[in-house]
């Protein structure tokens, strides 16, 4: 299994920044796609950003495309979300999550961190 662990979370006006990371440990190398997911109070769980561990190629839902950086440190075994011109729209739990190409080319996430806050405030 993959454990992982969120921080960076809180309070920001909208307009700034934040950047939340997450820190991979356990069976690491099990898991070659990393996401950032996050819900918000009343609506379902959302995809916001993704990577893989051994290569280059990151994609973004279209809501946070040209906003939000996702990056990694292979070293640390740590990846990172760069929120930037944050609207309280952003306002959510984030979750960072490890997954796998599964049959058909579908990644599966199944080992989710327990969240970080972000709140934007207007």
């Known amino acids: 299994q993959v454990q992982l662990v969120e921080s960076g979370g809180g309070l920001v006006q909208a307009g700034g920044s934040l950047r939340l990371s997450c820190a991979a440990s356990g069976r690491t190398f099990s898991r070659d796609r990393m996401g950032w997911f996050r819900q918000a109070p009343g609506k379902e769980r959302e995809f916001v950003a993704g990577?893989?561990?051994?290569?280059?190629?990151?994609y973004y839902a279209d809501s946070v495309k040209g906003r939000f950086t996702i990056s990694r440190d292979n070293v640390m075994n740590t990846v990172h979300l760069r929120m930037s011109s944050l609207k309280p729209e952003d306002t959510a739990v984030y979750y960072c999550?490890?997954?796998?190409?599964?049959?058909?080319?579908?990644?599966?996430?199944?080992?989710w961190g327990q969240g970080t806050q972000v709140t934007v405030s207007s």
């Open positions: 999550a490890a997954g796998f190409i599964a049959r058909g080319g579908a990644i599966e996430y199944d080992c």
């Open positions: 990577l893989s561990w051994s290569n280059s190629i990151t």
